[in-house]
């Protein structure tokens, strides 16, 4: 019974198909781009993982606002302090990710796990979305813009820092949880030996833009040339921690004020070796000088009372010694 019902099947189709009117000729290159646009490519299944360690507040809702504009990430749980960092390599695998972004503390990694190369920022000027309070906007899942400083392209190490950057911020192609458009702009520029991270919303097809948020600035301290670790491909000299810098403030500040205090002091002892000028006197110098007035003497009203309190005393005394007579 089953192979009768799928002859039957079989039968219907053909007689469908001859029905059909042939189609008629397409030229080759459109044929070439219907196959492009029907026909979807691979799926791109590149994620990026973001875990974090010892984060402010400030610190933790840029970590969310980074999740909601990045459609391909995921978030993993709070890593553990004795945990070392080549652990994440192994989370990676499991989540299935190739690039990772570590928050801890004030400090942020990119990495290409496993194989590297990774790279280690101080984050600084931090403002969240929620707190920026900006009026632009922009469709979550889209796809964005990413625009970078001409001055990435001069030194090796920001080529470098470029290739990270497009590998983790770009949404891939074919991304199941992405948007076929593109409403907003990522923007990197250096200045200050810094890069300055801006987002953007396409407001019009002038490439009119409004600021989204978040905003923050990365200031480079190494690249490392494995995944967490290993050799040391860059240093950054103009870096200096935060801890050495504020200790440095508060050097200089005490020692201005050493300096201050000294310069009294020396001027003070120049002025007491100095011999005094005696000015002779000037006849009209009293000139107009005034006599004060004479005030009348203060009169103490307590002493005043305690003097008729004593005599009103004296007085009941007789009366009352006359009276028993």
């Known amino acids: 019974m089953a192979v009768a ?8 189709r053909i007689r469908k198909n001859a029905r059909q009117p042939a189609k008629s000729p397409v030229v080759a290159g459109d044929v070439e781009e219907e196959e492009k646009d029907c026909i979807p490519g691979p799926k791109n299944k590149e994620r990026g993982l973001e875990s974090w360690l010892r984060i ?5 809702h840029l970590m969310q606002d980074l999740r909601m504009l990045m459609s391909h990430s995921k978030a993993d749980t709070k890593m553990d302090r004795k945990e070392k960092l ?4 192994e989370v990676c695998e499991m989540k299935n990710c190739n690039k990772c972004i570590y928050f801890e503390d004030l400090y ?4 290409n796990s496993r194989h590297g190369p990774s790279v280690k920022f101080l984050v600084q000027n931090i403002y969240t979305s929620a707190e920026l309070k900006m009026t632009g906007n922009c469709l979550q899942g889209s796809r964005p813009l990413l625009s970078f400083h001409p001055a990435f392209n001069e030194l090796p190490h920001y080529t470098l820092l470029k290739e990270l950057l497009i590998q983790i911020f770009s949404t891939p192609r074919y991304h199941p949880k992405s948007q076929p458009f593109v409403d907003h702009v990522f923007t990197f520029t250096i200045l200050d030996n810094r890069i300055w991270f801006r987002s953007f919303e396409i407001m019009e097809e002038d490439a009119a833009v409004v600021e989204i948020g978040p905003r923050f600035v990365l200031n480079l301290i190494r690249i490392f040339q494995g995944s967490f670790g290993g050799p040391t491909l860059y240093e950054n000299p103009h870096y200096q921690s935060p801890p050495n810098t504020h200790r440095h403030i508060v050097r200089s500040i005490t020692a201005v004020k050493y300096r201050e205090k000294q310069q009294v002091k020396d001027v003070q002892k120049l002025r007491k070796k100095e011999p005094k000028t005696i000015l002779p006197h000037d006849p009209t110098a009293d000139v107009f000088v005034t006599p004060a007035e004479e005030k009348p003497p203060k009169v103490d009203l307590k002493a005043r009372k305690k003097r008729i309190y004593k005599r009103q005393r004296k007085i009941k005394q007789k009366m009352n010694s006359g009276n028993t007579k």
């Open 56 to 60: 402010s507040f400030r610190t933790r």
């Open 108 to 111: 942020m990694w990119l990495s």
């Open 86 to 89: 080549f652990v994440i390599n």
């Open 5 to 12: 019902k799928w002859k039957r099947l079989k039968l219907k």
